[in-house]
């Protein structure tokens, strides 16, 4: 019995870097990853920063700005759903500035490239009012208001709070 114990002790020593040794390569082999605010995820367009304070927290909020080669006047600002970025927009954003439009594709703090603040109120009204902030700091005043799933919701509160500067509100799958 006692030779079977230090067999039993060297077996689980050896054990224990193989099993160390089989999950690094297993993580090594499940792909990227990616920082808090996706570093490392590439997007379709050039990524911005919107840095701005909020609820006495500084912030930093993500944006594509995509304009088109043959302007027609307009813009539109495109509000992604839940567990969805800006960069879903891609094809959307594709068919939109063919068309004339300027893009404005914000990740909403709180999601993807955005900061993440654990102790922020992340009310429509407040989401609404930081987006409005954005635009106003890029010169868009008169937008078409676009949002996806809750991004819709979003969308429909930013039209109350900001109507003279809604030129038209889309809801895609509220």
Request: with cysteine; charged share 15%.
């Amino acid at each position: 019995m006692l030779k079977v114990r230090p067999l039993l002790l060297a077996a689980i020593a050896l054990s224990v870097p193989l099993a160390q040794a089989a999950h690094a390569a297993q993580t090594a082999d499940s792909g990227p990853a990616y920082g808090p605010q996706l570093e490392g995820f590439d997007y379709p367009y050039p990524v911005q920063q919107y840095r701005f304070s909020s609820q006495g927290q500084p912030l930093e909020m993500a944006y594509m700005d995509v304009k088109p080669e043959k302007p027609n006047g307009r813009a539109v600002v495109l509000l992604h759903g839940k567990n969805f970025c800006a960069a879903t927009w891609q094809e959307s954003i594709q068919q939109l500035t063919a068309a004339g439009y300027r893009v404005i594709a914000p990740d909403q703090i709180g999601f993807c490239k955005s900061t993440k603040p654990p102790h922020y109120q992340y009310s429509f009204q407040q989401l609404a009012r930081n987006t409005h902030d954005l635009l106003a700091s890029i010169g868009v005043h008169d937008v078409t208001v676009m949002g996806h799933s809750t991004g819709g919701m979003l969308a429909m509160r930013y039209a109350l709070m900001y109507p003279k500067e809604t030129a038209q509100l889309v809801l895609v799958n509220p």
